[in-house]
């Protein structure tokens, strides 16, 4: 089993950053591929980014490419997700996500493992 704790999210307004951690527990971290997803009021979950286990192959949405950067720790079994220039539409309950799958996950049905999730909300 894998637990997951996720924090800072909050309210920001647009243009502003965040940055989200992501601590797991419960296996070794370092046999873990992580990402983070997000579900706004009314959608379903989508992929925001994705990172192997030793941190080398990410992949970003579209949608967050150039703007949200995601790293990890394996010392400290972390990983952050730095959101600069945030919009509104970016406004959402950030998960946080574990596979043992080798190549990061992209799609919610992959994941096995997920967070409480943490609020973010952007201000226009």
């Known amino acids: 089993q894998v637990q997951l704790a996720e924090s800072g999210g909050g309210l920001v307004q647009a243009g502003g950053s965040l940055r989200l951690s992501c601590e797991a527990s419960g296996r070794i971290f370092s046999s873990l591929t992580m990402g983070w997803f997000r579900q706004a009021p009314g959608k379903e979950r989508e992929f925001v980014v994705a990172i192997s286990w030793r941190g080398n192959i990410k992949y970003y949405a579209k949608s967050v490419k150039g703007r949200f950067t995601t790293s990890r720790d394996n010392a400290k079994n972390t990983i952050y997700l730095q959101m600069n220039s945030l919009k509104f539409e970016d406004t959402a309950v950030y998960y946080c996500?574990?596979?043992?799958?080798?190549?990061?996950?992209?799609?919610?049905?992959?994941?096995?493992?997920w967070g409480q999730g943490t609020q973010v909300t952007v201000s226009s």
């Open positions: 996500a574990a596979s043992t799958m080798v190549i990061p996950p992209t799609r919610p049905t992959e994941i096995p493992y």
